[in-house]
């Protein structure tokens, strides 16, 4: 009888799944001014650009070249560190946009991007941009 009880309280605790911040940006997410957009899937692509012109994926083509654009990123800093990759076919060059992330909620986001190649190590108001996920 003691097994059961225990098997029957540590039951529920094993199917608990948890949340971790990799799968927390999966999903399409709108600028709060709803011009922009970023978009992570689970294969480690991602999306970006206005809502009528997106770019980035799997395979497109920028200034005749084929190239993906990809994420990676580090949950273990704070705020989350957060690369968008962007990758010659043809080469294998990368260029990086050093990103730094934060959840407000399960739905709302902030991220400050650097495309000069200076990771942000702090939010500052005139460059951040507040996301909401689409659902």
């Not at 029957?8 to 922009?36: H, M, R």
């Not at 962007?86 to 399960?106: H, P, R, V, W």
């Not at 495309?115 to 996920?133: A, I, L």
């Amino acid at each position: 009888m003691k097994k059961f009880l225990i098997l029957l309280i540590a039951i529920p605790f094993l199917s608990l799944t948890t949340i971790n911040d990799k799968d927390q940006f999966i999903g399409k997410w709108v600028d709060e001014k709803e011009k922009g957009f970023i978009e992570f899937d689970k294969e480690g692509y991602v999306m970006l650009g206005s809502l009528d012109d997106p770019y980035g994926g799997k395979d497109f083509v920028i200034n005749g070249k084929r190239v993906s654009m990809t994420y990676q990123i580090f949950e273990e800093t704070s705020p989350i560190q957060l690369d968008i990759i962007l990758t010659e076919f043809e080469s294998g060059k990368q260029k990086k946009m050093l990103c730094i992330a934060q959840f407000i909620n399960d739905n709302k986001m902030r991220l400050q991007i650097d495309v000069t190649g200076n990771r942000p190590t702090e939010f500052s108001e005139e460059k951040q941009v507040y996301f909401n996920r689409e659902l």
